[in-house]
């Protein structure tokens, strides 16, 4: 699971726990509902995929218009590549709730990670304009990393600013630093980036792994590079990055 997404489903657990069931058709089935919805949220977040989709089941059998439903339903079934119906759902939830900041983020995220991140960065501006929104240093990144997919480094990093004066220490953030830095052909500034990250105590993913064996073979650091590039195949050894690795690029 992304790091961030799962930063939000944290966030979204609470937000669903203090949410009011006035003003819907049926409250009872409502909380019914909002009770399934964070059962499923609970058990996604565990990686348990077809029960949280059972969960999401009986909430929408409940309630089909409970919006929170289909956002966590969505994330399940991008999570499973199931991306049609992962899309479908997104626009499901933000048609029950237009202004809802945490479903325009997730359908953001989901767009980035299709290969569509010029389409995403509306859905984070969406969500940083509400000034409610709980987690803007997440759609900052999030917008961050995504401009940078979509080869606008400028705006990749004043977004990934924005998100670092909220959270000085975002994990997120400071990747994505690291990866325009290299982009940018300033491989120390790409290396402190890295080193930043490291310190947070989060674990590099495959990308940001192969991003490390290209700073260090950039800066002539050889052991470094192989130490990454061992880490890389000892636990991504499937990974899109390893066949990178091995064709020498």
């Known amino acids: 699971m992304n790091p961030g997404m799962k930063y939000w489903l944290a966030l979204l657990l609470a937000l669903l726990a203090g949410c009011a069931s006035s003003g819907a058709p049926d409250e009872r089935a409502r909380n019914v509902a909002q009770v399934h919805t964070e059962l499923a949220a609970s058990y996604f977040e565990r990686g348990q995929y077809s029960i949280a989709l059972q969960e999401l089941g009986i909430a929408l059998q409940s309630d089909n218009s409970y919006a929170p439903a289909y956002n966590v339903r969505g994330l399940v079934r991008m999570t499973l590549r199931e991306d049609k119906q992962a899309e479908a759902d997104f626009l499901r939830s933000l048609k029950l709730e237009p202004a809802n900041a945490g479903a325009h983020n997730n359908y953001g995220w989901f767009l980035c990670q299709r290969g569509r991140p010029k389409e995403s960065i509306?859905?984070?501006?969406?969500?940083?304009?509400?000034?409610?929104?709980?987690?803007?240093?997440?759609?900052?990144?999030?917008?961050?990393?995504?401009?940078?997919?979509?080869?606008?480094?400028?705006?990749?990093?004043?977004?990934?600013?924005?998100?670092?004066?909220?959270?000085?220490?975002?994990?997120?953030?400071?990747?994505?630093?690291?990866?325009?830095?290299?982009?940018?052909?300033?491989?120390?500034?790409?290396?402190?980036?890295?080193?930043?990250?490291?310190?947070?105590?989060?674990?590099?993913?495959?990308?940001?792994?192969?991003?490390?064996?290209?700073?260090?073979?950039?800066?002539?650091?050889?052991?470094?590079?192989?130490?990454?590039?061992?880490?890389?195949?000892?636990?991504?050894?499937?990974?899109?990055?390893?066949?990178?690795?091995?064709?020498?690029?």
């Not at 994990?171 to 982009?183: I, S």
């Not at 260090?216 to 991504?236: P, T």
Request: hydrophobic share 45%; net charge neutral.
């Open 122 to 249: 509306p859905q984070f501006m969406a969500a940083l304009n509400d000034p409610l929104y709980n987690t803007p240093d997440l759609a900052y990144a999030n917008a961050g990393i995504c401009a940078h997919k979509a080869g606008d480094s400028a705006a990749a990093v004043t977004y990934l600013q924005r998100a670092l004066i909220l959270h000085p220490d975002m994990p997120e953030a400071l990747g994505g630093q690291a990866a325009v830095a290299y982009d940018n052909g300033d491989y120390a500034a790409a290396k402190s980036w890295l080193l930043r990250f490291l310190k947070s105590g989060r674990d590099l993913d495959a990308e940001q792994l192969w991003l490390a064996v290209r700073i260090e073979r950039k800066l002539g650091n050889r052991n470094a590079a192989a130490s990454f590039a061992l880490q890389l195949r000892k636990r991504f050894p499937d990974s899109r990055e390893v066949q990178l690795l091995q064709s020498g690029e």
